[in-house]
Structure formats: structure tokens, C-alpha cells
């Protein structure tokens, strides 16, 4: 039986990548600037809601579309806090992170051969997901323009096949994000072309130098954007895998139609702690924001005093530093970082092709962490010199 | 709270540098704020968190909570006889509480009997004292925040996205 994997399949990721965190995964002692989640345990109160609709017997399926009452919680949340308006109905949609809901909303919309706009570097999902779904990735190169897309850019990318733009702000992997001013010029494009936007919004309680805004609040976006956010990294609940999806009836409900068939519902121990987080998690939420501050100023200031130049981020927890001036490709530089100062990162080519320049450096980890990483690293830079 | 405050609270070991780092201020400016909230006893001390349960080669020390009801006396009501007892060394902590008793101390000492001792002997016979509840502590899960444990391993993945 040869060839029994497809290619679509066969040509995903690069395989240094693969390699590389193979190697990491197999040493031990090793610092992690590699992780893409928060270093905080989901806070006590929501694991203790989960523990307890347990106890209490909640163990069976929910309606595809999520609990009734986590999709209004959800409705409540948004409204109080950016104004958006979204039906419990028909509007929102409760996935299993917001992995699942991108490759949703990716199967729902695409016809063979249609374009997927992404500015790049950007999180790993995106172009694969297009192309399984038979779409064409178009990447657009941010690095000129300090990781942040223009309006310029964007509508020279824009071609009759072009169908959607896909938004990651604050971003993975470069913490950049967006002012209203900015997307409002975005907007305009976007609605010129009638293009629809995705926008994973998935870092946006992690934005500190000014607020957030969400794609559908701009004025006319609403209707053509799918806004994707989840519990992952605002209140740490990675490993329980809640998202969710909200926009226009007609799409939420073809997004759902082929949720109904591959994932049933999201596990509802996982949605009852999911309505807890926002019942009573904002103030950890808050604490765990000021703490990632923190950190923010004290790994940037100590990058860049290594010459390990990055673009300021203003919210997640990534810092994209510049390897170049160490003659190094990035995962070379990863790979011995690695070996003689065992700390680990990610090479910035995991987020794009053309980012040999550049590794992905994460700052979820407790200060002392952070503090002996630096430390490691000027060690390994004044060696490797 | 100012921040400066509340990584100390967490961390008392934190340097004036790198407060001034994590708060993209100045390091002198950082030590002036310290040495300000020093001199105004913002800042008393700072200490270090022991699990005693893991010190070797101690004599482990027994611990008490007093409830003490006393007679508030005139002008300066419970803060004068307050003072008379939190005055003994062996009182680690004293709080003013409402509901039946008046006052909850923290009692240290080496043995059950010294601390019997003391309630007896030195507690009791205070003459605005009227009367005393004392409960051994059998065992500390958490105190002042922190969880009374080993530290907990990385149960993270490495690497991921």
C-alpha cells in the first residue's frame, strides 16, 4: 500500500520543526520559552465548578451549539464588555478551543481554489487548515511594516479568487496588536472587497498598552466577520479546550452543521467550568494580566540589551526576537541553544518560511525562570561568538 | 496597591533592579519608593516562608488559638489590654475579631505543656481577662497565601504553538 497518505497531508510543516521538538520533548531540566500557554493552573474556583457539576452528574452530551447557558453567559460578557450584540441562539457557537472553530469556519466557507488572506508570521493552523479545506493560503509579509499588516498591503493582496482575511491580534507569534484607528482602516478595505474576516482574538484579554477592540465592533464589520475567542489564555483553561465562535446566523449555523457531525459538543465538564470563569474569574484574569506585564518589560529590556532586537509587543506573551546578528538561522540558534544552555525556543520559521531570522520566545514562565534564561542566553551568545 | 508593594509581597527578594526592570522605571527611583515606605513602616520587615515540617534536627513547636473575651477598659477600651498581651513573646499574632470573644492570639511554644503554662499562669490572671478558649493547631495546609507543600513539578508540555 504505497502512498496511502494524501498529499495535502504529506506536505504539511516543515520537518526540522518536527525534529526539533522532538528533541526538546526528550530532554529533561530544561528552561521552556517555547510554550504557547499560560504558566498559571487554571484558577481554583473555576477547576472547583468542574469538579463539581462532576459530583453533581453532569456526564452526558449537550446541544451541538454548546449549554444553552454558557452560550448566554457568553452573550452577556460580550455585550457588557465591547458593546457586541449576539444571539444565544443562533449566533454563537461553543468549539473545542479556537482550533476547532478556524477549521470550521474554513470548511464553511471555502470553495476550491479560493484565496484565505494571512498576514504572516502567523499562528501554524491557518495555512494548513486553508489548504485541507482546498484554499489557497496567500501569506502577506509583515516584517517591513514592525509585524503589523497595512491597509497598503492588504489590498495589494486582494485579487477576484480573494474570499477572507484572516486577523490574529494580539498575535502569535509576535505579541503585536492593533489600535481602533488601525483595524478601522483595515475595516475599510475589507468592506471595499466584501471580504469576510476572521479574527482570533484569542489574546485579547493580554493587551496592555491600550484597549482592545474587537474586528466586529468597527462600524459595518459585524456582518461579515466571524470573531473567535475562547478560555485558553485569559483564564488559563488550555487543556480544557473551549472556544467559541460568534457571528452571522447563516454562517454560525453552517459552521455548526458540520460541528454536529465530526465533534457532537464540547465536553460538558469543560463548558460548566467555562460558565464559572465568567461568572467569577475577571479578577484572576486581571492579576494574571499585571504579572504578564511585568515580565513583558523585564524580557524585552533584557532581549534587546543582548542585541536579540524585537518589535515591542503589545499584548499576548511572545516576544519575536531577531537572531540575525548571531550568524545564525533560527533553528540553528534554537537547536543549540538547546543543547549547550538548555533553554528551549521556537524557530521562528515554525510561523512562516521566511522567518530564519527569527525565533518565537515566550515569556509564561515564573520570573526566576525568565531571570536564569537570560542569563543562559547571554552565556550562549558570548560563546558563540 | 503600588506595584513595587505587591511583587515585594510575593517576593522579598526582588531586587530594586529588577522592579525597575519589570516597571520600566528608574532603579534609583525604585530604591527611593523602598527606602520611603521603610522609614514610614509601610514596609516592617521581610522574611522568609519556612515549612517547619521539613526542617531537620528541630524540636517541633506546638501552636495554639486563643480566644480571649476581655474587659474593655476606660479611654483606651480594648487597646491597652491588647497591648499587655501581645506584649508576651510567646503571643505571635493578636487580632482584634467580633462575635463572642474579643481578642484571637497566636501562641507559640516547645511543648504543649509550656503553652498550657502560659494561659494559666500569665494570660489568665490579667485582671481585664475574663475568660479564654485555647485550640491546639494539629496541623498547617496554608498559611498567608502559600500552600504548605513541595513545589509543585512542571506539568506543562515543553514546546507548544
Redesign the interface.
Known amino acids: 500500500m504505497r502512498n496511502i497518505i494524501s498529499a495535502k497531508v504529506q506536505n504539511m510543516q516543515p520537518s526540522g520543526i518536527r525534529a526539533f ?1 522532538d528533541l ?2 526528550g ?1 529533561k531540566e ?1 528552561i ?1 520559552l ?4 499560560p ?1 498559571f493552573v487554571t484558577p481554583w474556583q473555576i477547576r472547583e465548578a468542574g469538579i463539581y457539576s462532576l459530583e453533581e452528574g453532569f456526564t452526558s452530551y449537550t446541544s451541538n451549539k454548546g449549554l444553552y447557558k454558557l452560550r448566554l453567559s457568553i452573550s452577556h460578557y460580550l455585550k457588557n464588555r465591547h458593546g457586541l450584540e449576539y444571539s444565544p441562539e443562533d449566533e454563537i457557537l461553543i468549539t473545542v478551543g479556537v482550533s476547532e472553530a478556524f477549521d470550521l469556519v474554513l470548511r464553511s466557507i471555502i470553495e476550491p481554489q479560493d484565496k484565505i488572506l494571512i498576514p504572516s508570521p502567523n ?3 491557518y495555512g494548513a487548515l486553508t489548504e485541507l479545506a482546498g484554499g489557497e493560503p496567500v501569506y502577506i509579509d509583515t516584517k517591513k511594516d514592525s509585524f503589523k499588516l497595512t491597509p497598503k498591503a492588504l489590498e495589494k493582496h486582494i485579487d477576484k479568487k480573494t474570499k477572507a482575511l484572516i486577523l490574529n491580534y494580539p498575535t ?1 507569534p509576535t505579541g503585536v496588536s492593533y489600535t481602533r484607528r488601525e483595524l478601522s482602516e483595515l475595516n475599510k478595505v475589507v468592506l471595499k472587497h466584501k471580504l469576510l474576516c476572521v479574527s482570533d482574538e484569542i489574546y485579547e484579554d493580554l493587551t496592555y498598552d491600550f484597549a482592545h477592540t474587537p474586528f466586529p465592533s468597527l462600524p459595518g464589520a459585524r456582518e461579515n466577520t466571524v470573531y473567535l475567542n475562547g478560555f485558553s489564555k485569559s483564564y488559563a483553561m488550555t487543556g480544557w479546550r473551549v472556544g467559541y465562535a460568534c457571528g452571522p446566523k447563516e454562517i454560525i449555523s453552517a459552521m455548526t452543521k458540520i460541528h454536529q457531525y465530526t465533534i457532537m459538543c464540547v465536553s460538558i465538564t469543560s463548558q460548566m467550568a467555562a460558565c464559572e470563569a465568567l461568572a467569577g474569574g475577571r479578577a484572576s484574569v486581571e492579576e494574571m494580566k ?1 504579572e504578564y506585564k ?2 513583558r ?2 524580557m524585552i ?2 532581549l534587546n540589551k543582548l542585541g536579540l532586537e524585537c518589535a515591542n509587543p503589545q499584548g499576548a506573551f511572545y516576544a519575536f526576537a531577531s537572531v540575525k546578528k548571531t550568524g545564525f538561522d533560527s533553528l540553528e540558534f534554537a537547536k543549540r541553544l538547546l543543547k549547550e544552555q538548555k533553554v ?1 525556543v ?1 524557530p521562528g520559521t ?1 510561523f512562516g518560511g521566511s522567518y530564519k531570522d527569527y525565533v518565537r520566545i515566550s515569556y509564561a514562565s515564573s ?1 526566576d525562570n525568565l ?1 536564569e534564561a537570560l542569563n543562559r542566553i547571554a552565556v550562549f551568545l558570548k560563546k558563540g561568538r | 496597591m503600588d506595584e513595587i508593594l505587591e511583587i515585594l509581597e510575593k517576593d522579598a527578594r526582588a531586587t530594586a533592579d529588577d522592579i525597575a526592570r519589570m516597571l520600566k522605571k528608574k532603579t534609583q527611583n525604585v530604591k527611593d519608593t523602598i527606602k520611603k515606605y521603610e522609614k514610614e513602616g509601610v514596609i516592617l520587615r521581610y522574611k522568609t516562608v519556612i515549612n517547619r515540617e521539613l526542617v531537620k534536627n528541630t524540636k517541633s513547636e506546638v501552636r495554639a488559638l486563643i480566644e480571649v473575651n476581655i474587659m474593655p477598659q476606660k479611654d483606651v477600651g480594648f487597646d491597652k489590654v491588647a497591648e499587655r498581651i501581645y506584649s508576651f513573646p510567646e503571643v505571635t499574632s493578636c487580632y482584634l475579631i467580633s462575635g463572642t470573644y474579643d481578642l484571637l492570639l497566636i501562641v507559640e511554644g516547645k511543648d504543649l505543656h509550656t503553652v498550657s503554662r502560659f494561659v494559666a499562669e500569665k494570660l489568665s490572671p490579667l485582671e481585664n481577662v475574663r475568660g479564654t478558649s485555647t485550640h491546639f493547631l494539629l496541623k498547617k495546609y496554608k498559611e498567608d497565601g502559600v500552600i504548605l507543600r513541595h513545589k509543585e513539578e512542571n506539568k506543562r508540555v515543553a514546546i507548544s504553538y
Open positions: 521538538f526538546v520533548l530532554m530544561v521552556s517555547g510554550v504557547g500557554e504558566d499562528y501554524v493552523s502569535n499585571r511585568r515580565r518589560e523585564f529590556g533584557g528551549a521556537v515554525a520570573f531571570k
